[in-house]
Nanobody, 128 residues
Framework: QVQLVESGGGLVQPGGSLRLSCAASGFGLDHYAIGWFRQAPGKEREGVSCISSFDGAAYYADSVKGRFTISRDNAKTTVYLQMNSLKPEDTAVYYC?????????????????????WGQGTQVTVSS
């Protein structure tokens, strides 16, 4: 059973930064495409960014492009989401997800159904 654990959320002032981490329990993530999604109260879960399992290619939502960066560590055991220049509208619960099937494309940014495993989420609050 794949278990994902997110960490790194918290309260930050507008303009600040946070780095979220997504780790798998008991195994590495090197064969999985990984996505970061977020869900604000009263809103649907939306794709933030995703990274491929083989060449590090990534997609970003327009709302975070230029501010957020997704990456994997060298051992591919953890996936990160570096979030800079945070805005109040970035406030949400952030989830990481792993895709246990082959395939890569823009649909992995747009659809929660492209993923097979989900973490429990970490709260990010951007407020002064």
């Amino acid at each position: 059973q794949v278990q994902l654990v997110e960490s790194g959320g918290g309260l930050v002032q507008p303009g600040g930064s946070l780095r979220l981490s997504c780790a798998a329990s008991g195994f590495g993530l090197d064969h999985y495409a990984i996505g970061w999604f977020r869900q604000a109260p009263g809103k649907e879960r939306e794709g933030v960014s995703c990274i491929s399992s083989f060449d590090g290619a990534a997609y970003y939502a327009d709302s975070v492009k230029g501010r957020f960066t997704i990456s994997r560590d060298n051992a591919k055991t953890t996936v990160y989401l570096q979030m800079n220049s945070l805005k109040p509208e970035d406030t949400a619960v952030y989830y990481c997800a792993a895709r246990g099937r082959r395939g890569w494309g823009i649909s992995l940014l747009r659809s929660i159904y492209e993923y097979d495993y989900w973490g429990q989420g970490t709260q990010v609050t951007v407020s002064s």
